[in-house]
């Protein structure tokens, strides 16, 4: 992939990292006060829509979820909320001439 211009950065794995991913995805999908949630999940995202409900806690560390399921989906989702913001934003202004 980097022959073809694609320049991955390795995800920053901390200790506990899985467990403040886990942590992360229910505080997105608990009710607000106000009625809402932090999290939505489109009907186009079918995978992940298969393999949350589907995962099991780890009967050593409750805390965990069972490594050995498939959960290649919930990690990629764990990943997209822990991630560290970046220091300036992507977003710049467009400015049309007149």
Same mark, same amino acid.
């Given at each position: 992939?980097?022959?073809?211009? !694609?320049?991955?950065?390795?995800?920053?794995?901390?200790?506990?990292?899985?467990?403040?991913? &886990?942590?992360?995805?229910? %505080?997105?999908? @608990?009710?607000?006060?106000?009625?809402? !949630?932090?999290?939505?999940?489109? @009907?186009?995202?079918?995978?992940? &829509?298969?393999?949350?409900?589907?995962?099991?806690?780890?009967?050593?560390?409750?805390?965990? &979820?069972?490594?050995? @399921?498939?959960?290649?989906?919930t990690?990629a989702?764990?990943? @997209? +909320?822990?991630?560290?913001?970046?220091? %300036?934003?992507? !977003?710049?202004? !467009?400015?049309? +001439?007149?």
């Open positions: 992939m980097n022959k073809l211009g !694609v320049r991955w950065k390795p995800a920053e794995k901390g200790w506990n990292s899985r467990l403040g991913g &886990i942590s992360a995805i229910h %505080q997105r999908l @608990a009710t607000r006060e106000d009625g809402t !949630v932090g999290l939505k999940i489109f @009907a186009n995202c079918k995978n992940l &829509i298969r393999e949350l409900p589907s995962l099991t806690y780890d009967l050593t560390n409750p805390e965990d &979820i069972d490594h050995n @399921a498939s959960d290649h989906c990690d989702l764990r990943y @997209a +909320l822990t991630r560290k913001k970046p220091a %300036q934003s992507w !977003v710049t202004s !467009v400015h049309y +001439l007149t």
